[in-house]
């Protein structure tokens, strides 16, 4: 006697809230990635080229591991990696010229706030058209957590003095946890088109 067996439909992947917030977790080492393969190339953040430098090669790395991150709900690689390049280059070039190259609590705070603004505003032109309210919102809240990243760094006794181009790996990891709202807001509405 022949048994026939109905063939079992292809599992179906989920991704939940929990594994999109995993996911994007995993990003934060593209800040201090990036920052070891920026100070190799351009220095110390002691000039405005450095910071040109500095801020292009750590965008671009943040960038690639961000666009990762998104996992299947991402906008094109090459538009998020290079608008967060172009961004950190922008903001690290005006932020770090305008308190002069300081490092002080209060000049890495408003550096902060000035990279956030400008890494926000280019990857809310690539998000322009995928989330609307969102990419309106977004550049005041990264620069708002931005400046929060290297507060946290420099209370947590980081060597500040030494120019890094981004906050270290204290603000690096709250600064993820808390930008988590990008992949979930982008994957719940993925789940609903």
Known sequence: MTVLSTPRPAPVHR?????????????????????????????????????CVGGLVNGAVLGAAQ???????????GQWTAATAVGLMVGLAIGATVVDFATDRTALVVQGMVCGLAVGAAQAF?????NTLLAVGWPLALGLVWAAGWAITASAGVRVDEQFTVFGSSGAIVVTAVTAVLPLALSHQERSA
């Not at 666009?67 to 690689?77: K, Q």
């Open 126 to 130: 690539v998000l322009r058209h995928r």
């Open 15 to 51: 991704t939940g809230a929990v594994g999109v917030v995993l996911r994007w977790i995993v990003t934060f080492v593209g800040f201090p990635l990036g920052a070891v393969a920026a100070r190799l190339i351009a220095g110390p953040i002691d000039d405005t080229l450095a910071a």
């Open 67 to 77: 666009s990762w991150g998104l996992g299947r709900a991402r906008p094109p690689v």
